[in-house]
């Protein structure tokens, strides 16, 4: 008996130890993991089981990864954004169905791909990521970006478009048809991006009319805030309504019909014997004030209301609209007072100097204070003069679509075939009275009398940059569709 006692001694000893020695191991290589080894893109160990849940135009995609270590914190980095898209919503859960916030933080990373970070370094997490497609990144993904600046100082189109477009086989050539998509450059915010030349792939269906038609607009460029500026281009259902070349396969898509508010024409303001009459809004006597409506702001606000004011969710306020009225260069006389009628001064403004003589216009607009219209929200940016985030095309960026003054350019996409207001004031003139940059009717970027009453008025909005789209590629059989609900 006592050999035997002794034996199951030993036997119960040597369980004890080894049970022992196990546990000690095991401890102290959890403990070694999380504490030795380099952490630093090193893979984990013990295996920090993450699922991804990526929905895309409503279908739900799963994807699984195993992480890695940062920092002291579980990095994933599974899925890469498509292009035209931006994250939208993330929600986080752990295993237990409880939501997470504060220890997970989600960014999207240089290479495009999402990254979600989980500091509290626990198992089983489970993210939901709705990605959203954004008319801002849309626009990119669709277009391929033209290098270099253009040469300003030639009207740009397509000449084949041009000569299509027109009769009057004199005086269709453009001076350049090489510059023509995509391209970048600078104002206020950063970097923008805009269209120039013969494109159709610029198109957008935003908001109904007050009778339940569809309203056309078409991309004048991606503001460096992300927002996007429209110009109106007609009302209807289908686009045989606002294009009359529809079905001519050649021409279809490159202007618009005189619809809506393009087809009556109006003054910009309904006397041009003062200096004041240049501006979208002025004050009596004062160089550059905002207390009374142009004729040409009147009308559109009353349009606005009728057919966009259910719409103005989706509208930015704060981008504004530059009428630049501050002095050129080429002044004559004392330019220090405003109100002349026959004192024999002229002023010249900057958009004459920029686009007349440099031919060089610009996005930045000079006076932000007082000509940069901007809604009453727009803290403290703009003159916050405006009841509703509606104006007019600038003749700078008439220029950078492809217009030059004294040249007719029946190709590029801002060509109507009728006449239009823009926001920009050219002179005042002791003879010739008070001018305003205007698109003539063959496209030339022309300037005219403010009471001359044969131009229309072409609305232009700022969409905000979080603008989502539910479907188009820009064509105008696929124009983008603006998400309103």
């Known amino acids: 008996k006592k050999p035997k006692l002794i034996r199951n001694l030993v036997i119960l000893f040597m369980i004890t130890f080894i049970g022992s020695a196990i546990y000690f191991k095991t401890s102290s290589s959890k403990y070694q993991t999380t504490q030795v080894i380099p952490i630093i893109n090193t893979k984990v160990v013990n295996k920090p089981w993450w699922t991804l849940n990526i929905t895309k135009d409503g279908v739900k995609q799963t994807i699984k990864s195993s992480g890695t270590i940062e920092n002291s914190e579980y990095i994933f980095e599974g899925y890469a954004i498509p292009e035209g898209y931006d994250i939208g919503n993330v929600t986080c859960t752990r295993r237990d169905k409880t939501e997470v916030s504060g220890d997970i933080t989600l960014d999207k990373v240089e290479n495009n791909k999402i990254k979600i970070t989980d500091s509290s370094k626990k198992r089983g997490t489970i993210c939901e990521v709705t990605i959203r497609e954004l008319l801002n990144h849309k626009i990119l993904a669709d277009n391929k970006l033209q290098e270099g600046e253009p040469d300003f100082s030639k009207a740009t189109c397509n000449n084949e478009i041009a000569i299509a477009n027109t009769s009057n086989t004199g005086q269709y050539r453009c001076t350049d048809e090489t510059q023509n998509g995509v391209y970048k450059s600078e104002d206020d915010f950063g970097p923008t991006y805009y269209y120039r030349g013969s494109v159709n792939n610029n198109w957008v269906k935003f908001g109904k009319n007050s009778e339940g038609q569809d309203i056309w607009w078409r991309i004048i460029r991606i503001n460096g805030n992300g927002s996007v500026k429209l110009i109106y281009a007609g009302e209807g259902n289908s686009p045989s309504d606002v294009d009359p070349n529809y079905n001519d396969e050649k021409l279809r898509g490159y202007f618009m019909q005189q619809t809506g508010i393009n087809k009556t024409a109006y003054t910009f303001n309904s006397s041009n014997t003062k200096s004041e009459y240049v501006g979208y809004m002025y004050t009596e006597g004062e160089v550059n004030g905002n207390e009374a409506n142009s004729n040409a702001k009147t009308i559109i606000?009353?349009?606005?209301?009728?057919?966009?004011?259910?719409?103005?969710?989706?509208?930015?306020?704060?981008?504004?609209?530059?009428?630049?009225?501050?002095?050129?260069?080429?002044?004559?006389?004392?330019?220090?007072?405003?109100?002349?009628?026959?004192?024999?001064?002229?002023?010249?403004?900057?958009?004459?100097?920029?686009?007349?003589?440099?031919?060089?216009?610009?996005?930045?607009?000079?006076?932000?204070?007082?000509?940069?219209?901007?809604?009453?929200?727009?803290?403290?940016?703009?003159?916050?003069?405006?009841?509703?985030?509606?104006?007019?095309?600038?003749?700078?960026?008439?220029?950078?679509?492809?217009?030059?003054?004294?040249?007719?350019?029946?190709?590029?996409?801002?060509?109507?075939?009728?006449?239009?207001?823009?926001?920009?004031?050219?002179?005042?003139?002791?003879?010739?009275?008070?001018?305003?940059?205007?698109?003539?009717?063959?496209?030339?970027?022309?300037?005219?009398?403010?009471?001359?009453?044969?131009?229309?008025?072409?609305?232009?909005?700022?969409?905000?940059?979080?603008?989502?789209?539910?479907?188009?590629?820009?064509?105008?059989?696929?124009?983008y569709i603006v998400k309103t609900t």
């Open 301 to 479: 606000d009353e349009w606005y209301v009728q057919n966009l004011q259910d719409y103005e969710q989706y509208l930015d306020g704060t981008t504004g609209f530059c009428g630049d009225r501050t002095y050129s260069t080429e002044n004559t006389g004392d330019v220090t007072n405003q109100g002349w009628t026959s004192t024999g001064k002229n002023i010249y403004y900057g958009a004459y100097l920029r686009l007349f003589s440099a031919k060089a216009p610009s996005y930045v607009c000079p006076d932000k204070t007082n000509d940069l219209y901007t809604t009453s929200n727009a803290a403290e940016r703009g003159n916050k003069a405006l009841t509703n985030p509606i104006g007019l095309i600038t003749a700078d960026e008439v220029a950078y679509a492809g217009g030059k003054k004294d040249s007719s350019n029946y190709g590029y996409w801002l060509y109507t075939r009728s006449i239009y207001w823009t926001l920009s004031p050219v002179y005042f003139n002791v003879s010739k009275g008070v001018r305003v940059f205007i698109v003539y009717h063959n496209g030339d970027l022309d300037d005219s009398n403010v009471n001359y009453s044969s131009c229309g008025l072409r609305p232009v909005v700022n969409l905000k940059a979080e603008t989502l789209i539910s479907q188009g590629d820009g064509t105008i059989d696929k124009p």
